[in-house]
């Protein structure tokens, strides 16, 4: 009978999901943290994992563990050469979480273009006198460029043609496998993009260098904004401060950090030109209820033999033992 062990708060409906699965049992460990969880690890066949770390010192204590499922699509905190090397199986959700994504860049693109954390200070202030400025802005008709265009690039891209936006992205992988179709036309390359753009959305992967850096950041308008809902260290924190700070960029909206959360003395947490989120685009309660129920599900296919190798990113390394 293959026992489960899972890690980190979930949604009610993926402990019921567990609860109600035939021959499986499960531990539940609510904290987010490999100390909580770590006794347990050499009992558990399977491990459904939320944010916190799994280092190689924690796989190397789980004797029997042939699959981890990560609450979520990203994985920078797993350690992936312990499982390749141990033939450990690591899966992600599907699609579960890139229309709350878009739906939180637009939000941030909207909020810095309006420059809503001025607005909401002028008034709580009672500096009524600041409408007159003119800061905020409008987006109809304004360039926008995704970087990444994946399926949260995607529908930010449908989202902002709504307002009237001009809209192009780039994404080199996705210009070697086939662009997808739809009026959206790839940039030949980021700088020209970049300065074309009057905003910038970024919604690729973490590399082993930021993508958006001081050299991208000196080809963009001094009016223009940049938000992040990618993950941190896809910008460098210190060439977008440096740029704000110089009004070489007007605006930022950023729902993730390359320190989560980050320190009290971050110069990005004084600056009321940019607008911040605690890393919840991927996060909405229905969202948060279908990551649940997919990362359990993952666990429950796995070793039912029928899980979609889609959704396995180690599968050259993986095996059942």
Not at 95 to 108: K, P, T, Y
Not at 249 to 255: K, S
Request: proline share 6%; aromatic share 4%.
């Amino acid at each position: 009978m293959p026992h489960l062990l899972i890690a980190g708060k979930l949604h009610p409906s993926g402990i019921e999901l567990a609860k109600s699965a035939p021959d499986v049992t499960f531990d539940y460990v609510e904290d987010i943290s490999e100390p909580s969880y770590a006794p347990l690890i050499g009992k558990a066949d399977g491990l459904v994992i939320r944010t916190q770390p799994l280092s190689a010192a924690t796989v190397g204590k789980a004797g029997r563990l042939r699959i981890v499922s990560r609450h979520g699509v990203g994985y920078d905190s797993v350690d992936l050469p312990a499982l390749n090397d141990r033939g450990i199986a690591l899966a992600i959700v599907g699609d579960v979480n890139s229309i709350s994504v878009a739906e939180q860049a637009m939000m941030l693109l909207m909020a810095a273009a309006k420059r809503a954390i001025r607005g909401d200070r002028a008034v709580r202030a009672g500096d009524w006198g600041w409408r007159n400025r003119l800061e905020q802005g409008e987006l109809r008709g304004k360039r926008l460029l995704v970087v990444g265009y994946g399926r949260s690039g995607r529908h930010l891209a449908r989202m902002a043609s709504g307002f009237g936006m001009e809209i192009r992205a780039f994404d080199p992988f996705l210009e070697r496998q086939g662009w997808p179709e739809g009026a959206v036309a790839p940039v030949a390359d980021l700088a020209g993009g970049l300065g074309w753009a009057d905003l910038v959305s970024v919604h690729a992967p973490k590399a082993d260098q930021p993508v958006i850096g001081a050299a991208e950041f000196a080809a963009m308008k001094p009016s223009g904004i940049l938000v992040n809902t990618a993950r941190g260290g896809v910008v460098d924190e210190a060439a977008l401060l440096a740029s704000l700070r110089d009004g070489r960029l007007a605006a930022a909206g950023l729902d993730v950090f390359e320190e989560e959360p980050p320190a009290s003395g971050n110069p990005l947490l004084a600056m009321d030109q940019v607008v911040l989120s605690p890393h919840i685009a991927g996060l909405t309660a229905e969202c948060a209820e279908r990551m649940a129920i997919s990362s359990v599900q993952n666990v429950l296919d796995f070793f039912a033999g029928r899980i979609d190798p889609a959704l396995i990113v180690n599968g050259a390394h993986a095996h059942a033992r």
